[in-house]
């Protein structure tokens, strides 16, 4: 069926992403009750398309699907993985891993907040010497790629660490599953997680953890720290009855089926390398107008590239923001600290002749605005 096309924005934000058309479209489906048998079979084979995507055995691993955006994984897994009189090291490198520790806060938890340098990647050494000192130490708690700076983090030696230890390892994957190559057990990890409006390029609404099945019900005898983000719970509920507990978000999880038979069909390797095409485009670009960016290409996700403000005194990101949202481009704030910078991220569907049009139209907007970088 032919349906209007919509009109067509390139978000450069870190998420949501540029959707296609049939992901939008594949909302509309007649009315149904989410606890129809028919909607419980999307819903578990969408649960083994989520193991698969990041290479997971289906007899070790399984998906636990939730309704809410990304916190509500980090909620889920920081509050119901830890055992009682254990504690959590969390390896604290930037925005987003400092919310799982935020987490950890507001639960009461007993952890380890190893604050690192926002920067650079986690130092794994510093990891495996906190690991060392506190033998009650039973999760450790990593971000993969934080977007806030674009660092990506050494997850395969990290988890390597904790492994080592007799520790589990949960990995905060929202920005980097389903766009970056991941491996269950090659990378070392336990957990992970992530939310269909990236990587997959679907909608908000709907968010999960995959994770090992064993450790999921061993959980069940850890302390109850949360009704709705209980890991253990939501799982059980799934598993017995094809449902999430509570009421699912029925249209994303639609949009979501499209999004990953769309997924399938570009195939692993062909999208990660058409993200490391837009992240070269914009860095291109950047260079051609003579921004300097925050963190050295070497350090990087190639999925987000944070940019300094230039220091020319008529720079104002809210004008040059406006500018390009009118002309269908969004640009993003930065989240490095207090340092004044601004993000390009390379998620979605879009390749780099958007990135190309889009810098046209940042050039068009320093100049009318009087902006000189060199």
């Not at 935020?102 to 952890?111: D, G, I």
């Not at 390597?160 to 970056?180: L, N, Q």
């Not at 269950?184 to 269909?196: H, T």
């Not at 990101?317 to 989240?335: A, L, S, V, W």
Request: glycine share 6%; hydrophobic share 40%; with cysteine.
């Amino acid at each position: 069926m032919e349906y209007p096309k919509v009109k067509r924005n390139v978000l450069l934000n870190p998420g949501p992403a540029t959707t296609t058309d049939t992901v939008k479209y594949a909302q509309i489906v007649p009315d149904i009750c989410p606890r129809e048998k028919e909607f419980g079979a999307i819903m578990k084979e969408m649960g083994e398309d989520l193991v698969k995507i990041v290479h997971g055995d289906l007899k070790k691993y399984t998906a636990v699907l939730f309704c809410g955006s990304g916190t509500v994984n980090i909620d889920a897994c920081v509050n119901s993985l830890l055992p009682e009189g254990k504690k959590m090291l969390v390896v604290n490198n930037g925005a987003y891993s400092e919310r799982a520790a935020e987490v950890c806060e507001y639960y009461h938890l007993n952890h380890i907040n190893l604050k690192l340098s926002i920067t650079e990647p986690a130092d794994v050494n510093a990891v495996e010497e906190a690991l060392k000192r506190d033998k009650d130490i039973a999760v450790v708690y990593a971000c993969h790629h934080e977007t806030g700076t674009g660092i990506l983090n050494p997850i395969r030696e990290i988890g390597a660490a904790a492994h080592k230890y007799g520790a589990i390892f949960v990995v905060d994957t929202t920005s980097t599953y389903a766009m970056m190559p991941i491996d269950m057990d090659k990378d070392n990890l336990d957990f992970v997680m992530a939310s269909a409006q990236k990587g997959l390029m679907s909608m908000t609404g709907l968010s999960y953890v995959v994770g090992n099945t064993e450790m999921i019900e061993a959980s069940k005898s850890y302390p109850t720290r949360s009704y709705y983000t209980n890991l253990y719970m939501q799982y059980s509920f799934i598993k017995e009855k094809g449902e999430m507990h509570f009421t699912p978000p029925v249209q994303t999880i639609y949009a979501t089926k499209q999004a990953i038979k769309e997924y399938w069909a570009e195939g692993e390797d062909a999208k990660w390398a058409r993200h490391q095409r837009i992240w070269e485009a914009i860095y291109k670009g950047l260079d051609r107008l003579g921004f300097e960016t925050m963190i050295p290409k070497e350090m990087q996700s190639r999925l987000v590239v944070s940019v300094k403000y230039p220091e020319d005194p008529n720079w104002d990101f809210n004008k040059i923001h406006d500018y390009c949202f009118e002309r269908g481009f969004t640009i993003y704030p930065g989240k490095v600290s207090n340092l004044p910078t601004f993000r390009l991220c390379c998620l979605g569907a879009i390749d780099a002749p958007d990135v190309d049009d889009f810098f046209v139209v940042l050039e068009e907007a320093l100049l009318h605005y009087h902006i000189k970088l060199k």
